[in-house]
C-alpha cells in the first residue's frame, strides 16, 4: 500500500539508514496508520458501524484509529489506563476526532472493554474491536508487506541490510518483519529494542504472534530469529532521559528527523549503544522509523521548558 523512503544518514562507524514510516500520508504516519489501514479494509467490507481499541494517551494506535474512524463518520470508543493518562498532543488529537476516551485503572482494563462490547451490540451496533497496538494477524501482516519493501529496496539499490532495528512494543511490527525474514528464508539480524516490556513476556508476545501467522514454522527456527532486547527501557514506558532528549535533539537538528522519548529515540539510543557495545563496524545498518511525531512535539515542549529553567 505505502512503499516508505528509506535514506542513508550517516557512513561512519557503521551505514546508518532510515526506513521512513513516519511519511506514511495520514495522520503523521507510522506503524499504526500501516496496520489501521488494513483493519479498515475489514470493517469496510464487513458492515459494522463502531470501533472499540485500547490504548493509553500517548497510543499512536489510539490517534490513528481515531482520525479513520472519525473519516467514516464512526463513533469510536478507546478504552485507556488511568495509570498512563496524561496529557499529550495524541490525546488532543484523540480528542479533537470525537472519540469516546473511557478511562479506568488498568486491571479494569478487560472487563470494561467487554461491558462497551456488550453494551453496543445490546444497542444494536455492530462494533469492531482492534486490539491494543494493532495486535493480531491483521497487524502482523501489515509488516510482512513492510519488509517486502525492504528485501524490494535492497534489489533495486544493490545493497543488503546486515541488521534490521526498531522500537517494539506490543509485537505485530516486531513479529511481522520476522514473518517476512522466514518465507524469504533470510539470513540477518532483526532486533527488537522493547520500550517498555521485559523478558521473557515481551519476546513470548513476539513468539505468540509469529506462530499465529505461520502455525507451521519449526519452533526452533521462530525462537533462533526473535530476538528481544529488554536492556534499553531506561526510565520505563513513556519516559524519557537526558540520553534520550539528546537524541531527539541531535537527530532534529543534524537530519531534520523527528524522534520521540516514548518509541523511536529510546530505540534509536538503544541500537547506538547495542553497536557500541558489541564494536559491530562497516555494516548496513537499517533503523524503522515507526512513526510518533505528535509525541515528538510534546518531547520539544518539555526539553525547551527544562532550558529555560
Known sequence: M?????????????????????????????????????????????GYDCVVTYGSSHSNHCRVIANMAASRNMPCYLIAPLEVSDATFNSDFMELFGADIITVPVEKVHDTIEHKLHELKEKGRNPYFIPGGGHGNIGTRAYVNCYNEICEYEQNNDIYFDYIFFASGTGTTHAGLVCGQIMKNDIRNIIGISIARKNPRGRNVVIESIKSFLPDVN????????????????????KENVEIANIIKSMMCKYGIPLDSTYTAKAFLGMQKYLKSRKIENRNILFIHTGGTPLFFDDIQKITDRKER
Do not use: C, H, M, V
Not at 513516519?22 to 503523521?28: A, R
Not at 504516519?29 to 489501521?36: C, I, L, P, Q, V
Not at 525462537?223 to 514506558?237: C, P, W
Open 219 to 238: 519452533e526452533e527456527l521462530i525462537q533462533k530469529k526473535t530476538i528481544f532486547l529488554d536492556d534499553y527501557i531506561e526510565d520505563g514506558y513513556g
Open 2 to 46: 505505502w512503499n516508505t523512503p528509506i535514506q542513508l544518514i550517516n557512513d561512519e562507524a557503521n551505514k546508518i539508514f532510515i526506513k521512513r514510516e513516519d511519511l506514511i500520508p495520514y495522520s503523521f504516519g507510522g506503524n499504526k496508520a500501516r496496520k489501521g489501514f488494513l483493519f479498515f479494509e475489514e470493517i469496510d467490507s464487513g
